[in-house]
């Protein structure tokens, strides 16, 4: 009779095995980094029901994380300026591999997979160049350093993968920073932030802010099923900008959505995270400085809703809405299927990664 073992071993000779899935980490629906009382930072992997399927140790204060597209492996990233991210398996609840930036370098927080899950494309900051770049790990060797590209800017922050294409789309925030100051930034006078697509390392497109928005530092971007980015600025001049959300299709102008003086002067300058709707038709933004969420609608780039939301930063589609993570430890759901779920023991950090 032929034993267990040496069955399961003549299905790994076969290739038959299969594949652990998002399903063996629980199914959780979405991802975000998490601050504990005692000090300690977290990766949490959150279910449709709002409760936890995981919650697993991180080195240190996570910012966001990229999620592989087929097995259920998270990389989380250091808040800037950290130089570390962690290979997460959340079905086996082990880290297996550490990225550390290469000397000279720091992460910026974000990360983007490749469409079949091979590489992943880190924003870093070259800081004695003051040059923005895009790291590329081989996910399938242990994810070792396989080389770099140019961001198309400075202080590239958040990277996203053009729907079902290796087109990135880079928010470079325009800022220069370096690792001796802290978060300090020290060009703000002729900062020039940008939006560049990049297709097989090389930027084939780019689209700027009109010159007086140049103090609009683009940080955080969401993108939709048709290819339209959403984006929200942090805003860098001493007086309010006009400006803190916009919109565009590569090969077009930025269009930037209209909010009334009071809802924008609410922002104190600052959008956390954006994400589109789970229609596709509103795409929202988060102030965790002005305690709120606002949406606005696609078609016409108008605010149509804002909501007060302490400490509201994560957002991400969900069934009929949005669900907002704050830092008092709430996930909250907006629209059809409105509810919410405290977690007392977890703040939650900036951003939700939708699985």
């Known amino acids: ?21 998002w399903a063996d980490a629980g199914a959780p629906r979405w991802l ?15 279910g449709d029901d709002l409760e936890l399927r995981f919650r697993l140790p991180l080195p240190g204060r996570g910012h966001a994380a990229a999620a592989h597209p087929a097995r259920p492996e998270a ?21 297996t591999a550490e990225l550390s930036a290469p000397e000279g370098r720091h992460f910026y927080g974000h990360g983007a997979f490749s469409l079949d899950g091979r590489w992943l494309y880190t924003t870093e900051n070259d800081y004695a160049s003051a040059r923005g770049v895009i790291g590329v790990w081989d996910a399938e060797r242990g994810y070792a350093r396989a080389g770099e590209f140019d961001s198309g800017g400075t202080g590239p922050h958040e990277v996203r993968r053009m729907p079902g294409r290796d087109t990135l789309v880079v928010a470079n925030g325009g800022i220069e920073t370096h690792p001796d100051t802290g978060r300090t930034e020290l060009n703000i006078p002729w900062m020039q932030p940008n939006l560049s697509y990049i297709d097989e390392g090389r930027v084939t497109d780019s689209a700027a802010l009109p010159p007086e928005m140049h103090k609009g530092s683009i940080r955080h971007l969401a993108v939709s099923h048709d290819g339209t980015v959403a984006f929200g600025l942090q805003w860098q001049g001493d007086e309010d900008g006009p400006a803190l959300v916009g919109l565009h299709r590569r090969g077009d102008v930025m269009r930037l959505c209209d909010t009334p003086e009071d809802a924008l002067l609410a922002m104190r300058g600052y959008v956390g995270s954006v994400a589109f709707g789970a229609g596709q038709r509103d795409v929202a933004i988060t102030s965790p400085r002005g305690g709120l969420v606002q949406v ?15 400490d509201a930063c994560g957002v991400a589609p969900c069934t ?36």
Not at 80 to 95: L, Y
Not at 296 to 310: G, K, M, N, P
Request: charged share 15%.
């Open 320 to 355: 009929g809405g949005l669900l907002i993570a704050s830092g008092t430890g709430a996930l909250r759901r907006m629209g059809r299927h409105a509810g919410a779920r405290n977690h007392s023991g977890l703040m939650w950090d900036n951003h939700l990664v939708a699985l």
């Open 1 to 21: 009779m032929t034993s267990r073992r040496g069955f399961l071993a003549g299905l790994v000779g076969t290739g038959l095995v299969p594949r652990a899935t």
């Open 296 to 310: 606005y609608s696609v078609e016409t780039a108008r605010l149509q809703q804002s909501e007060q939301v302490q």
């Open 75 to 95: 990389v989380a990233f250091a808040r800037r300026p950290g130089t570390f991210a962690v290979v997460i398996d959340c079905a086996a609840g082990r880290q």
């Open 32 to 46: 975000s980094a998490a601050g504990m009382p005692d000090g300690g930072f977290v990766l949490c992997g959150i």
